[in-house]
């Protein structure tokens, strides 16, 4: 796992586009636009990301930012995917894990994310020591 530069954002906006255009978000996200996200994640006060390479290509990323929090710092996932070719194979289960040390030797107390309601995805972070907040709840609204 590597550090995620500014150098590396075009390759990870490709990777992010791929990945989040399939299942099972089967988002429409243009080159562009992913590049724009991935930028604005980068540029977040606190921010720390990761990526993952094999054969000399990027096939996984991890991107967010810490909160100052009253009792601890904090650590809100924005961004996490392996390219849907490799999933299965643990490297998800790897970045997220090599990740976590990271953030815990910088003084991160806590991780959380959002993520879609799926087996998959919450079977995922299930796995990995996640687990749903039931004193919380993500609330939206269309303007």
């Known amino acids: 796992m590597t550090e995620l530069t500014a150098s590396m954002l075009p390759e990870a906006a490709q990777l992010f586009t791929r990945v989040f255009n399939n299942e099972p978000w089967n988002d429409s996200w243009t080159q562009e636009q ?3 996200r ?16 094999e054969n000399g290509k ?3 990323l991890i991107m967010g930012r810490g909160e100052v ?4 710092m904090h650590f809100q996932v ?3 995917c392996v390219d849907t070719e ?3 194979r643990g490297i998800g ?5 090599d990740f ?3 953030l815990k030797d910088k003084g991160v107390a806590y991780i959380h994310l959002i993520t879609m309601r799926d087996a998959r995805t919450e079977g995922f972070y299930a796995k990995n020591g996640f687990s749903t907040d039931e004193g919380m709840c993500h609330m939206t609204a269309k303007l």
């Open 100 to 102: 976590s040390k990271l």
């Open 78 to 80: 924005i961004e996490f």
């Open 69 to 72: 929090y009253f009792d601890a």
């Open 58 to 60: 990027m096939i996984g």
């Open 86 to 88: 490799m999933q299965g």
């Open 93 to 97: 289960r790897k970045m997220l894990a």
């Open 38 to 53: 991935l930028t604005d994640i980068f540029n977040t006060p606190h921010y720390a990301g990761a990526a993952h390479f």
């Open 34 to 36: 992913s590049l724009e």
